[in-house]
């Protein structure tokens, strides 16, 4: 370090250095305890809408599944609610009963994860 | 980082920040304006803190860009700080001819833009190497170099050919 590096390092240290109010300081964690809550809360009613998206496509998988054990005609079942069967429902295919298996495995995974993880959550505030 | 409470948060990080912006705008209601907003940026990004680097230095650069920004949207520059500092170092113990020469220097960081009067700062004051000082500012090791060095011959060039007065 030469001489005006000297000159210029003494000159940053000599500076008084400034301290926050403490008025500041306490506006500031009524603040920060505002926000963190804030965002907890927006996090858990996020989670809460995806839980209930897939519950909703979950259990509709699995009532499919359940018709498909039973052996449910569903052709038939629209016919009798008086609704033109769509054309999916006369063309199950075994490729597409998998794909509902999937989705009902995918959804209780999500379902187990997401709870999972709020139960962590939870036990880390406490 | 979920764990970290409001209250370590300002207990920890709130008086590095407020002496950091005080160094760079004049006014004690500015540099709280910007500790604030500062402060409030951590508190709704701090579960996004990935942990990349220390949470000091991930609160530098928030302060950092956030100083920029402030000093930017109102039109205040650095010039506006030497009032203060010229009186602190007037007043102290130094003989006459290092008074001159932070009176120099006074001038010289004057003139400098908001930008690198943090990065100079960062550097000297608060110590930082090269590569946290380009996780600061988001720019790369040689960039911050060269910037540095640009300044300090700035400034060495003022304290050999002395204050303009």
């Known amino acids: 370090m030469d001489q005006n590096d000297k000159i210029i390092a003494d000159y940053f240290d000599q500076l008084p250095e400034a301290k926050p109010s403490r008025e500041l300081q306490e506006r500031l964690v009524r603040l920060g305890e505002q926000t963190i809550a804030e965002r907890a809360e927006l996090r858990q009613s996020r989670s809460g809408i995806w839980i209930g998206i897939a519950s909703t496509v979950g259990l509709c998988c699995i009532a499919m599944l359940i018709f498909r054990y039973f052996g449910v005609d569903l052709s038939a079942m629209w016919s009798a609610m008086k609704i033109e069967s769509p054309t999916t429902v006369s063309m199950m295919t075994s490729e597409l009963w998998a794909w509902f298996a999937l989705g009902a495995l995918a959804t209780a995974m999500l379902i187990g994860y997401t709870l999972l993880t709020r139960r962590l959550h939870s036990d880390s505030r406490q | ?165």
Request: glycine share 4%; proline share 1%; hydrophobic share 35%.
């Open chain 2, 1 to 165: 980082m979920n764990e970290l409470s409001a209250q370590q948060i300002v207990d920890n990080h709130s008086a590095q920040v407020f002496a950091l912006v005080s160094r760079i705008v004049s006014r004690r209601e500015d540099a709280e304006e910007i500790t604030q907003d500062v402060l409030l940026k951590v508190f709704r990004s701090i579960d996004k803190f990935r942990g990349d680097s220390s949470i000091s230095t991930w609160i530098y650069r928030i302060a950092y860009n956030s100083a920029i920004s402030h000093c930017r949207k109102k039109g205040i520059k650095t010039t506006e700080l030497n009032e203060q500092t010229t009186l602190d170092s007037a007043d102290g113990e130094h003989n006459s001819e290092r008074e001159a020469q932070y009176i120099a220097l006074e001038q010289a960081i004057a003139t400098l833009g908001v930008e690198d009067a943090l990065l100079i700062n960062l550097f000297y004051y608060k110590k930082m190497s090269v590569e946290e000082l380009a996780k600061v500012t988001s720019q790369s090791q040689s960039n911050i170099k060269v910037r540095l060095h640009r300044i300090r011959t700035k400034l060495h060039n003022i304290l050999s050919n002395g204050p303009k007065r």
